[in-house]
């Protein structure tokens, strides 16, 4: 932070971007500015800018989603984060088992809702509705949870790193994530066709059974209150009744009004992210400009040129850098994270998988580089 955004004169910036709210939504640049921070224009920030930033906005007392610090993605430049006010930032545990089911569940949640390409009130409605029933979480957790839900919303996690995610929590959790998603997309009283084959896919890539899925869009609901098995009560003789606590010293029971006003600090917090997320400090992004249609040296049937070309490119190498894939597809004036969306959709409808994965490297999974070259038809 430069000197001019020290102190005072940080938290009179930050202050001004939430006016006469307690929640406010704006670009990550701006905030950079009110911060005094320089980042770059476009692009992912690093991981040590975003605990910067995250850092400084703590001693602030204001929490933001994304933060990567609790296991929600890193920040965009360009992209949206949304800022509340709370006591420290509002802490959590991200690497609590209970809170990252949570977090995995509103991640595939927000994706089921936006895969028609448009978010129904109804639809958040629902995911909060689960935020709220989840079990095991707290309520800074919730109100956490329902601001990067409500992020996501505007800006999509990548579909196969959500999906991925739900390997690595447990059957019942993976379970509660699946009746989350369909419920978000019931929750308007229909399902569009991208809705369904989203669903679809998160069904097989579970390997869940699909005709449990046509089942529950038939019935237009979702049984979200599992009936609960009760083990026999076994009595045993012989033990005896606890003596009674001792009472409490006649001084009377001491208060730590400390803990008391951090408690109303986040309760007041979280009861407004509670109430309802979305307030629009910016206007949309007008949508990118499309380029001229790239040829590709080879194609796949139902990919156009320049993701075919992309998706030559990376077959024919076997992974790449994250950085220089990038490159690559900003030279074919392509999205990175939306070129590799598309090209696991086309995968999915051609072979029920996706076929790039994109974490620290991106590669095309191997046991489909065969399958790839024979879908290949030659320009």
């Given at each position: 932070m430069s000197g001019s955004g020290t102190g005072a004169a940080a938290l009179k910036r930050v202050d001004d971007l939430f006016g006469d709210h307690r929640i406010a939504g704006v670009k990550v640049t701006r905030l950079a500015q009110a911060l005094g921070m320089e980042i770059p224009p476009k692009g992912k920030l690093g991981a040590v800018l975003c605990n910067q930033i995250g850092a400084l906005m703590d001693k602030l007392d204001v929490g933001f989603e994304p933060d990567r610090r609790y296991g929600s993605r890193g920040l965009e430049a360009d992209g949206y984060i949304l800022l509340f006010k709370a006591k420290e930032g509002a802490p959590v545990d991200g690497e609590f088992s209970a809170y990252a089911a949570a977090r995995a569940m509103v991640e595939v949640a927000a994706l089921a809702a936006v895969s028609d390409g448009k978010v129904e009130p109804s639809e958040f409605e629902s995911i909060k509705a689960d935020i709220r029933s989840f079990p095991g979480v707290g309520g800074v957790d919730r109100g956490r949870l329902m601001a990067y839900a409500s992020t996501l919303l505007r800006d999509p996690a990548a579909q196969q790193s959500a999906i991925k995610k739900l390997g690595s929590i447990g059957a019942d959790a993976r379970a509660s994530a699946v009746r989350s998603a369909t419920s978000a997309v019931l929750a308007d009283g229909?399902?569009?066709?991208?809705?369904?084959?989203?669903?679809?896919?998160?069904?097989?890539?579970?390997?869940?059974?699909?005709?449990?899925?046509?089942?529950?869009?038939?019935?237009?609901?979702?049984?979200?209150?599992?009936?609960?098995?009760?083990?026999?009560?076994?009595?045993?003789?012989?033990?005896?009744?606890?003596?009674?606590?001792?009472?409490?010293?006649s001084g009377g029971v001491r208060i730590d009004r400390g803990r008391l006003?951090?408690?109303?600090?986040?309760?007041?917090?979280?009861?407004?992210?509670?109430?309802?997320?979305?307030?629009?400090?910016?206007?949309?992004?007008?949508?990118?400009?499309?380029?001229?249609?790239?040829?590709?040296?080879?194609?796949?049937?139902?990919?156009?040129?320049?993701?075919?070309?992309?998706?030559?490119?990376l077959a024919e190498s076997g992974e790449l850098d994250r950085q220089e894939f990038e490159d690559e597809a900003r030279k074919l004036r392509l999205l990175p994270d939306g070129a590799i969306e598309t090209i696991n959709e086309w995968g999915f409808d051609r072979f029920d998988e996706p076929i790039v994965d994109s974490d620290e490297r991106v590669s095309v999974a191997e046991h489909l580089r065969d399958k790839l070259q024979q879908a290949r038809v030659e320009a």
């Open positions: 229909h399902a569009a066709p991208d809705e369904v084959k989203f669903l679809e896919r998160l069904y097989k890539a579970l390997s869940y059974p699909v005709e449990d899925l046509y089942s529950a869009l038939h019935r237009g609901s979702v049984a979200l209150d599992e009936p609960v098995a009760v083990a026999l009560e076994t009595r045993a003789t012989g033990i005896p009744i606890p003596a009674q606590p001792p009472a409490p010293p006003e951090r408690i109303k600090s986040e309760t007041t917090a979280v009861s407004e992210l509670l109430a309802g997320i979305f307030i629009e400090e910016e206007p949309p992004a007008s949508p990118p400009q499309i380029g001229e249609p790239v040829a590709a040296e080879g194609k796949f049937a139902g990919l156009d040129g320049a993701h075919a070309k992309l998706l030559s490119l």
